[in-house]
């Protein structure tokens, strides 16, 4: 008997084709998840009166609706891609919330109150007592030097806990335990004892009072100030600015104007219109139910002949150009403008003169521009993305989480992978922050609580595998969707309690588990 | 093939190794031919994995010299031995089994461009460099994006062969190759021992338990027990009564069949 072997073990592992190929991706699951989201949030969003097929005809896809949605998205997605790299690199981070607080809390601190050093010593003149003698004080913080001192801390601390990980051998899920409770703890008390002020309500744990910063403008004569207040100065004082505007700028702040007004005054008429003939349409309908011809007939020539006069726009005045000219005045703290202003600003202006899409129901234009933390989410999805699949660190974090043995093994500085990874979660749960209080211009102690959580199930749900090793960048930012997708969308349907949100969630994040554990063991040859 | 006027590419000079009051190593010398494969048999506790740990650099001898290339030699780090050309093969195979055949074979020295380790990875390059010196060995990949964990046992075997080879191996210690492997599989990494002794620059030390599997692909024998040398040979000098005896530790065979009668 000869036996022919011309059949390879290599065979055996067939690459799948077409459909089957598209099927057996990871990623699958995910999207079609996030797909049906979408398609939930349009369609739950259309207002119940009306019929139609498209999905982008609701509150959930108006202008304002992506602004909002697109906030909560990328607002998780930036810690996520934080939390993410790290689980693939085999360990995990608890300490993202109470980080996104503490980053908060510091840098409105410094910027309402100013940073300063103080040592504190003992005394003895008196009695025995600790006396505290301050190094150096900056009175006035600008929003970069805030932003430098909080990474300082935070990166400081992210370093920290990296470092007892790898030199202990601690399962990361205590040590960062830890850190989430101390860091939670230490910004309450700081926050307390800074309230501690007769400005302040004593003991609040909030930061409140922080200028406008991202609105703060150079207003030729009147210097910086801003923008709201400089928008109700005396009438006088906006008319001599106006007259010093070149001709060019003026018609087209004009002609824009003018459009707006026309568009105010034209969503009122419909208003007054549709008020009008509501109750005679109601009325008819009465009448049809009671079978009174006579009435039928008289409503409906009422309805025909309803006549109601066109609201006149308003007319522009140089009160209204100086107005609409100092909302174009860029920013004097463009760091403050790149982490709480708001991005695409010409486009969305586009999409409501000339386009008409970005209009609320009172003619007015609906959503000013997307916020600056989606923009910044994409920089670092990006950024993440190149150095998970494209770098030599993307292998190191793999093999990190995937093999630790086999990495040190081949000289993988694995503790370096580690700690660097913990130092950039830090990082991403401080940008989180940055976002917030430039945005909202206050603190509190309790932002971002359970927020290290909601980061990990976005991971998990992107088909991140929790023992390492396994996901990809994409996958991070599906899962973002979907979770802000799942906040989002349960609130529309109508009769239902809001919070099935979790309850869906719950669901969501199991079978993702399930699923990423399949594949895990598909790969590594169990199955 | 077997010359021995020709220069041992590595060779040791009564290596003694303790720790503390026990001695693992007991003045064990042998020379390690290029192009040659030498098996290095023993029982279990024999010393086997201590003298393959000295020759990688994890462990530093007490005493006695080990020759590279005719020159004394001191291995203070087990990259040390690397840097000399002597890439060792473990059981584990320092493979994550997660990622594609092309991200493990370069791992931790991936190429790329630019500089430190934000490097943009050159990934077609290292594909086909991947292939190529699998291909070299014997084992044809059709896809270098297929995850590791998907390849037989016998497959990553080579993967890592071919990766200590690559990276200028040219003392290979396989440590206990066939063990866990099923039986084609287990023909298939003989098959790759093969081929690397025939590219005939590399002198491979093979320590294995199997005496059938010696005697396919050994040309010297080196017996370990207890740490000491008991007995040498090319495949010429050595009947397979002798290996059997020297490999259960030099007790005689036939004594063994009846004990177990």
Redesign the interface.
Known sequence: MTLELSR???DR?K?KGGLRAIISRPEIGPIGVMILLFGMLGYFSIPAAETTWNPFAGEGFNALGIRNNLRVISQLGIIALGAGLLIIAGEFDLSIGSMIGFAGACMAMTLRWGFSIIVPYLSFEGGAHLEFYTLFHIPDVSPSLAIFITLCFTLTFGWIQGFIIVRSGLPSFIVTLGGLFFLRGLTEVSLRSFNHRPDQSKGATTVTEIPDLKNLINLPGHGEMEREAAKYLPEADLISIVKGLPAETITKITERLEYTFQRVAGAKTDLMIAKGVKPLERALENALESNNEFMVKTIQEKITNFKIEAVVPKSVTDVDIARAYIDTISTVQPIADFFGGNILESIFDWLYFPIDWNTNNFGNQFAPGLYSCVMIWVILSLFCY??LS???????I??TG??L???Q????PTNKVKISLFVFSAFCATLFATCQVFEVNTSDAAKGNLKELEAIAAAVIGGIVMTG??GTVLGIIVGAFIFGLAKEAFFYIPGIDGSFYRVFLGFVIIASALLNENI?KR???NI | MVSSTAQPLIETHDLVKKFGSFTALNGVSLKVFPGEVHALLGDNGAGKSTLIKALSGVHQPTSGKIFVEGKETRFNSPRDASEVGIGTVYQDLALNALTSVTRNFFLGREMKFGKGPFGILKMNQMHDIAINEMAKIGIKIEDPEQPVGTMSGGQRQTLAIARAIYFGAKVLILDEPTSALGQLQQMEVLKTIKKVKQLGHIAIILITHNEIHARLVADRYTFISLGEVIGSGTSKDLKGDDIRRLMAGGAEVGDLAKELA
């Open positions: 390879q073990e290599a592992h690459p190149i150095v494209k770098t030599q660190v993307g292998n190191w793999y093999s995937g093999n043995s086999a990495a093994a081949n000289g993988v090793g396994f895990r790969i590594m040859g």
